[in-house]
T-cell receptor, first 113, second 115 residues
Framework: GDSVTQMEGPVTLSEEAFLTINCTYT??????LFWYVQYPGEGLQLLLK?????DKGSNKGFEATYRKETTSFHLEKGSVQVSDSAVYFC????????????FGKGTRLSVIA | DTGVSQNPRHKITKRGQNVTFRCDPI?????LYWYRQTLGQGPEFLTY????????KSRLLSDRFSAERPKGSFSTLEIQRTEQGDSAMYLC?????????????FGSGTRLTVV
């Protein structure tokens, strides 16, 4: 079945460091790919998405490119801030979306000043 | 619109008791999803509705679990004869099925503790 594997955390970075959180997927067909973020005490929020190969999703300085050849959707940010501390989830949706999401286990990021 | 609302926020129950959670989706969203999230894991899909029709149920949804969405508005998730393994965060999300800017909106969840 469909699955998502993301790097285990926790990840601890200093402010302004470069961030990469790896995500790879297994799916039939052409899934849509997502990154969700969960800030402490809050619900899941969509961070960015990509719906086809080579699409780049971006938001709030975060980026991820849909790489079909490597079945990957790695999350990157050039300069993290303390306010980016959260748990990040990679997810996929079969077909074009609006079908149930399959999530990775999440990666906790802590950014220290 | 205040987003997806879930009640209660927290529920502590004794093993063997029944519990019911409620989710109020964004009013114009016709799809509604239930997920379960345990500590250190990502959310796991339980079931989803389009309007009042339940379209899919996960194998995780045992016979003790039942979900309804009467009239295609709010939804309830009931767990009968709760077990300690049911302790988790239960998340609800809603989405549209038209347009290109789809995307789920999640509620803040109901945290269930079975003692």
């Amino acid at each position: 079945g469909d699955s998502v594997t993301q790097m285990e955390g926790p990840v601890t970075l200093s402010e302004e460091a470069f961030l990469t959180i790896n995500c790879t997927y297994t799916a039939t067909g052409y899934p849509s790919l997502f990154w969700y973020v969960q800030y402490p005490g809050e619900g899941l929020q969509l961070l960015l998405k990509a719906t086809k190969a080579d699409d780049k999703g971006s938001n709030k300085g975060f980026e991820a490119t849909y790489r079909k050849e490597t079945t990957s959707f790695h999350l990157e940010k050039g300069s993290v801030q303390v306010s980016d501390s959260a748990v990040y989830f990679c997810a996929l949706s079969r077909n074009s979306g609006n079908t149930p999401l399959v999530f990775g286990k999440g990666t906790r990021l802590s950014v220290i000043a | 619109d205040t987003g997806v609302s879930q009640n209660p926020r927290h529920k502590i129950t004794k093993r063997g008791q029944n519990v019911t959670f409620r989710c109020d989706p964004i009013s114009e969203h016709n799809r509604l999803y239930w997920y379960r999230q345990t500590l250190g894991q990502g959310p796991e899909f339980l079931t989803y509705f389009q309007n009042e029709a339940q379209l899919e149920k996960s194998r995780l949804l045992s016979d003790r679990f039942s979900a309804e969405r009467p009239k295609g508005s709010f939804s309830t998730l009931e767990i009968q004869r709760t077990e300690q393994g049911d302790s988790a965060m239960y998340l609800c999300a809603s989405s549209e099925t038209t347009g290109t800017d789809y995307g789920y909106t999640f509620g803040s969840g109901t945290r269930l503790t079975v003692v």
